[in-house]
C-alpha cells in the first residue's frame, strides 16, 4: 500500500464550475477526513467517515460541498458552483479507529484554483 | 472554543544547532492531546510528535522533544543537531480526549529555514 492517494493533484476552474476530489485511503483504516488549508494557514477540519458513516460535519462545510464514502473505501468531495474563497489546498487523511492518538495518514492534497 | 496559536511565522536555524518552535493553546478541557506535524514543501503532512495531556513527562523522538507546561497551555517543540531535512512548516495541532470528536485544531504554522 503506497499511502492516502488524491486525486487530481492540481484543478484550476471557473467560478460558478463543479468540481469533484478523490480520496482513496490506505486500505486498512476505516476512518477518513478531509481538511482544507488556505495559503498561510493551518488545515481546518471539514468532515470525517467512520467506514461509510459520515460522523462529523464542521460548520465550514457549505450545502455547496458534499462528500461520500460509498461502501467504506475511496471518499469523494464534491464542490457545487465554486467560489473564488474556495481556492486552497483540499487534504485528505485516514487512520484506525482512535488514530489521531497516533496521527492521521495525510494525503499529497489538491490544490483548487478558482478563476 | 479551542484555539492553537503558533506566534513565530517564521524561524531559521544553522545546520547541526537546536531551534525551539513556540505553541499555545486555549482550552478548558482537562484531557486532551497535543500534536506537532511537519509539512516539508510540495509534500504530504506527517506526524512528529504526540502529547497527552495527562501524562507529565515530556515526549522525546529521537532529535525531537517537546516542553508541555499544562499550567501556560503551553506546548513548544525542540530540535536538536538540525538537519537540511527538517526544513519544513510546522503545525502544532490540538484534540481533545472526550466528546468523541476527530477533529484536529491547528495552528497557523511556523516555516522552519535550516542554514547549511
Known amino acids: 500500500d503506497t499511502g492516502v492517494s488524491q486525486n487530481p493533484r492540481h484543478k484550476i476552474t471557473k467560478r460558478g464550475q463543479n468540481v469533484t476530489f478523490r480520496c482513496d485511503p490506505i486500505?486498512?483504516?476505516?476512518?477518513l477526513y478531509w481538511y482544507r488549508q488556505t495559503l498561510g494557514q493551518g488545515p481546518e477540519f471539514l468532515t470525517y467517515?467512520?467506514?461509510?458513516?459520515?460522523?462529523?460535519k464542521s460548520r465550514l462545510l457549505s450545502d455547496r460541498f458534499s462528500a461520500e464514502r460509498p461502501k467504506g473505501s475511496f471518499s469523494t468531495l464534491e464542490i457545487q458552483r465554486t467560489e473564488q474563497g474556495d481556492s486552497a489546498m483540499y487534504l485528505c487523511?485516514?487512520?484506525?479507529?482512535?488514530?489521531?492518538?497516533?496521527?492521521?495518514?495525510f494525503g499529497s492534497g489538491t490544490r483548487l484554483t478558482v478563476v | 472554543a479551542q484555539t492553537v496559536t503558533q506566534s513565530q511565522p517564521e524561524m531559521s536555524v544553522q545546520e547541526a544547532e537546536t531551534v525551539t518552535l513556540s505553541c499555545t493553546y486555549d482550552?478548558?478541557?482537562?484531557?486532551?492531546?497535543l500534536f506537532w506535524y511537519k509539512q516539508p514543501p510540495s509534500r504530504q503532512m506527517i506526524l512528529v510528535i504526540r502529547q497527552e495531556a495527562y501524562k507529565q513527562q515530556n515526549a522525546t523522538e529521537n532529535r525531537f522533544s517537546v516542553n508541555f507546561q499544562k499550567a501556560a497551555k503551553s506546548f513548544s517543540l525542540k530540535i536538536s543537531d538540525s538537519q537540511l531535512g527538517d526544513a519544513a512548516m510546522y503545525f502544532c495541532?490540538?484534540?481533545?480526549?472526550?466528546?468523541?470528536?476527530?477533529?484536529?485544531?491547528f495552528g497557523k504554522g511556523t516555516k522552519l529555514t535550516v542554514n547549511p
Open positions: 482550552t478548558s478541557e482537562s484531557d486532551y492531546y
Open positions: 486500505s486498512e483504516h476505516n476512518r
Open positions: 487523511a485516514s487512520s484506525f479507529t482512535g488514530g489521531t492518538l497516533y496521527g492521521y495518514t
Open positions: 495541532a490540538y484534540r481533545p480526549h472526550q466528546g468523541g470528536s476527530e477533529k484536529l485544531v
Open positions: 467517515f467512520q467506514n461509510e458513516a459520515q460522523l462529523e
